[in-house]
């Protein structure tokens, strides 16, 4: 694998949220309590879920990690998304499996593998997403499949014309050329030889700084972190003060902002930097773009992929393979 083909990938984001249009589900029946099973770069696609449904007066809960299922779930009675690209992960299925047991309705979104197995032994509703890429380069299938889940459920509305806007809106800001592409050129620079530290301010900016934490990780092969304001300026902007010297060298902090973040968070935002900025750079600030939730989403989805495939350039890393991620698999399949 070469760079050009994480690049390559990452342009097929806009395809992938019109591939989801797509979706045909049969009736699922309203529900306003979701859980979903997901880790990694399927897991995060529930976290989009949520963040979608920002007014809605349904809840969506994410699970990363084993069963049992949390007590709240066997009192309410949720309906659970199960999400695993590969449709092997064994948190997800453990997690699923206790979810059949309960008798909990279940959804699944995956290419196959067990997970697929088991949606069709049960009968569960099955949205089965193109194969033949890594997880995190899918968040397109993904998150437009738990969109047109979400839908079906009527926990948020119909969200076609908002992939549509998405799709529309991603291709433009991928383009080699883009004032997104000059400005993840110049952040993945400023970042060079440094951990990326990405805060978010709300349900949208927030869910995102997770996404850019574990593509930087997983692409570029950098330590990485992500916080939310206000909870940061809780604890974290205390944690500037006593290694400044080495804060200021080999860290970072980019800001990502939406409309949806409260009025606040800007004051936050302008103390906090005042603060701290003398222990640690804050290099950038990235507002979303876009109407919709989805296309606000995604138009600070894609900047952060190109953020941390270029990192991956800078670092000469091959942004495909997770080798280390690999390897602890093969690891725990032998215990």
């Known amino acids: ?89 064994e948190e997800t299925l453990d997690l699923v499996t206790a979810a059949g047991e309960a008798g909990l309705p279940v959804v699944v979104i995956t290419t196959g593998g067990s997970l697929g197995a088991m949606a069709a032994d049960h009968g569960w509703p099955l949205i089965e997403v193109p194969s033949g890429m890594q997880p995190r380069a899918a968040v397109g299938y993904l998150v437009g499949a738990v969109s047109k889940a979400l839908t079906a459920l009527g926990l948020v509305g119909d969200q076609s014309s908002a992939l549509e806007e998405a799709a529309d809106l991603v291709d433009s800001l991928a ?24 805060y978010g301010g709300g349900p949208i900016s927030g869910t995102v700084a997770q996404r850019w934490k574990t593509q930087i990780n ?16 809780h604890n974290e902007l205390v944690g500037w003060e006593t ?17 949806s973040d409260h009025r606040r968070v800007r004051a936050r935002i302008a103390h906090s930097t005042a603060l701290t900025e003398l222990a ?21 989805t894609v900047t952060g992929d190109l953020v941390s495939w270029m990192l991956a350039g800078v670092a000469g890393a091959d942004p495909v393979p997770v080798e280390t991620i690999e390897k602890l698999k093969r690891l725990l399949i032998e215990d």
């Open 1 to 89: 694998m070469t760079m050009a083909d994480m690049l390559s990938m990452i342009r097929t984001l806009g395809d992938q949220l019109r591939w989801a249009q797509g979706i045909e589900l049969p009736p699922l029946g309203a529900s306003k309590e979701v859980l979903v099973a997901g880790m990694g770069g399927s897991g995060i696609a529930g976290d989009y879920g949520s963040a979608l449904t920002i007014g809605s007066e349904g809840r969506v809960t994410v699970h990363k990690g084993y069963g049992p299922l949390p007590g709240w779930a066997r009192r309410v009675g949720p309906t659970v998304i199960a999400i695993s690209y590969s449709g092997n992960t």
């Open 175 to 198: 383009a080699e050329g883009s004032a997104t592409w000059a400005q993840a050129a110049s952040l993945a620079e400023a970042l060079k030889g440094r951990i990326t530290i990405v």
């Open 218 to 233: 997983e692409n570029a092969k950098m330590p990485a972190w992500w916080s939310v304001l206000p909870e940061l300026d």
């Open 280 to 300: 640690v750079p804050w290099l950038a600030e990235v507002p979303s773009v876009g109407g919709s939730e989805m296309a606000r989403l995604m138009s600070l």
């Open 243 to 259: 290694l400044p010297t080495l804060t200021r060298e080999h860290l970072g902090i980019v800001v990502l902002t939406d409309d």
